[in-house]
């Protein structure tokens, strides 16, 4: 678990102290600082890159002659900012103390040259929005506004009792963030500039989920740039919903697409050693609840086809992978492809996630899910149970073994239904308690966009037919939310991860420059 240290709010007397401590003596705040939780203790450990954000803070040069003292003391908080930035995973490019058009030139340069994800405009006091402009045109990327007072408030009995007004100014001054905020707005309206707000004071528990919240969103999409989604073999053929445009898919999210071959798979399958399927057979029995009814030959089976995913992953770096085949009976593609599942699984525990009939938006879907830590296994709508006012959704085929309510079992199918042949299978629910749902959408005249959903993963008797199954309760219920899902036009699987982190799921969307639809 990450933790982040962020300021707390002095009080009284020492407030007052450290006020004129600051103001009077240069000197920078240092105070002791309490520890937040990073995320939910319902997430794993999530993968992807350190993103690289900008941050800059504005200020008017005309006010550091007037108030000697006051332009180190705002430089100090906005240190404070980047702390917590960093504390998040961020690799922050600081372009320092913006407050002339020259140096908001350099600064917007120097995030250019960066390729920066976002850029984090913290406000120190009132500032020209000319000092702005140019770092947000320049970066060409979106701005968060952070509009964050030193205090909860000023001690008005304290401030007004200082007796001098040139001192009263300074120490307001110091206060007055929010004074440039609908200026900043206005220019940014006007040139069509994307923009956010953080909007609270020093030490608000808020204000840091918020800064943390936007540096997992800027990991998803600068990691989303650098990935490769394998598509092997073809979609299930009649699923109209499932075929996608990945021209569309490569421009929106910046991923790279292999297009694989069964042939190459088959090649790598039969170079599996013995070794090797005997080191992944034990790897099963550590990771999976092996029941007794599996066959020696079926596990022998499928750690050879999982072994052959492994050089598959590794020889193509990918970062997900969408895939389904059919082949006819006795060929060997046939026997690759029904012997996948349990290789497929591991993968997707370990940040590899699988969709299976080779739903290339969920793949990209389940993979945002792990890069914010929540998982994401493979779902789709089984039925509504409308006694306990819940929807049970589940899928054969790849799951989220490390999402798991209890150990994931790894049982023998007599048949795949809807798809040819026999093999195991993984059984299991999702971990009891706060659940976020994810799709991507591709609707009318091809708009790209998020769909989520916040609900409740709760127990309760599943189907146990050899597939993940969970009930799921949602603010609405069942017959509303199954009706206002289903209205978005989403396809019929979608990516299911614990934890809430729809928030993060918006934020990613900003990002990216495409909505974001919450249904609850």
């Known amino acids: 678990m990450l933790y982040i240290d962020f300021p707390a709010q002095a009080s009284g007397a020492a407030k007052h102290a450290e006020a004129r401590i600051v103001y009077h003596k240069n000197n920078n705040i240092h105070c002791a600082l309490p520890k937040l939780p990073y995320t939910s203790?319902?997430?794993?450990?999530?993968?992807?890159?350190?993103?690289?954000?900008?941050?800059?803070?504005?200020?008017?040069?005309?006010?550091?002659?007037?108030?000697?003292?006051?332009?180190?003391?705002?430089?100090?908080?906005?240190?404070?900012?980047?702390?917590?930035?960093?504390?998040?995973?961020?690799r922050v490019i600081d372009a320092g103390l913006v407050d002339t058009v020259e140096k908001a030139r350099a600064a917007g340069a120097l995030f250019r040259e960066k390729r920066v994800s976002v850029v984090f405009l913290h406000i120190t006091t009132y500032a020209l929005s000319q000092t702005v402009l140019p770092v947000a045109r320049e970066a060409g990327v979106p701005v968060i506004i952070?509009?964050?007072?030193?205090?909860?408030?000023?001690?008005?009995?304290?401030?007004?009792?200082?007796?001098?007004?040139?001192?009263?100014t300074g120490e307001w001054l110091a206060h007055c963030q929010s004074c440039c905020v609908p200026e900043i707005a206005n220019v940014f309206?006007?040139?069509?500039?994307?923009?956010?707000?953080?909007?609270?004071?020093?030490?608000?528990?808020?204000?840091?989920?918020?800064?943390?919240?936007?540096?997992?969103s800027a990991r998803v999409a600068e990691t989303l740039r650098r990935t490769n989604v394998g598509i092997l073999g073809h979609y299930y053929e009649g699923m109209l919903d499932v075929y996608t445009d990945v021209t569309r898919m490569a421009g929106v999210f910046g991923i790279q697409f292999n297009l694989i071959e069964m042939d190459y798979l088959a090649r790598l399958h039969n170079n599996v050693s013995p070794a090797q399927i005997e080191a992944k057979v034990a790897q099963f029995r550590r990771e999976f609840e092996v029941v007794p009814e599996c066959e020696e030959a079926e596990l022998v089976r499928a750690a050879r086809t999982s072994c052959a995913l492994d050089a598959l992953v590794n020889e193509k770096k990918l970062g997900a992978l969408a895939y389904y085949y059919e082949g006819t009976a006795g060929n060997e593609h046939q026997d690759i492809v029904t012997s996948v599942i349990a290789g497929n699984t591991l993968h997707t525990a370990h940040h590899v996630p699988v969709s299976g009939e080779c739903e290339v938006k969920n793949a990209i879907a389940m993979k945002i899910l792990d890069l914010l830590g929540a998982g994401g296994s493979f779902s789709e709508f089984y039925l509504i149970d409308y006694e306990d006012d819940v929807v049970l959704w589940g899928h054969d085929g790849p799951a989220h073994s490390a999402i798991a309510e209890g150990k994931v079992k790894l049982v023998p199918l007599p048949l795949y239904h809807g798809k040819p042949g026999k093999g195991l299978s993984i059984q299991m629910s999702v971990r009891h308690g706060p659940v976020t749902l994810l799709s991507v959408v591709e609707g009318a005249g091809?708009?790209?966009?998020?769909?989520?959903?916040e609900g409740e993963s709760v127990p309760g008797p599943t189907l146990q037919i050899g597939n993940t199954n969970s009930r799921y309760r949602f603010p609405l219920s069942a017959r509303e939310f199954s009706e206002a899902w289903s209205r978005e036009g989403p396809a019929h699987h979608c990516a299911i991860g614990v934890g809430h982190v729809a928030p993060e799921i918006e934020k990613t969307a900003a990002l990216l420059g495409i909505e974001c639809h919450q249904i609850c």
């Open 41 to 90: 203790s319902y997430m794993i450990e999530s993968s992807g890159l350190n993103p690289t954000v900008g941050l800059f803070g504005i200020g008017l040069d005309t006010y550091w002659a007037q108030f000697p003292g006051l332009e180190e003391r705002l430089k100090g908080y906005q240190a404070e900012t980047r702390t917590i930035l960093e504390g998040a995973g961020a």
């Open 146 to 168: 952070i509009n964050v007072q030193p205090a909860k408030k000023i001690d008005y009995e304290w401030f007004n009792g200082l007796g001098d007004r040139a001192l009263m």
């Open 189 to 216: 309206n006007r040139n069509g500039i994307p923009y956010h707000m953080i909007t609270g004071f020093r030490g608000e528990a808020s204000v840091v989920r918020e800064l943390q919240g936007w540096v997992r």
């Open 446 to 453: 091809g708009k790209v966009f998020l769909l989520t959903a």
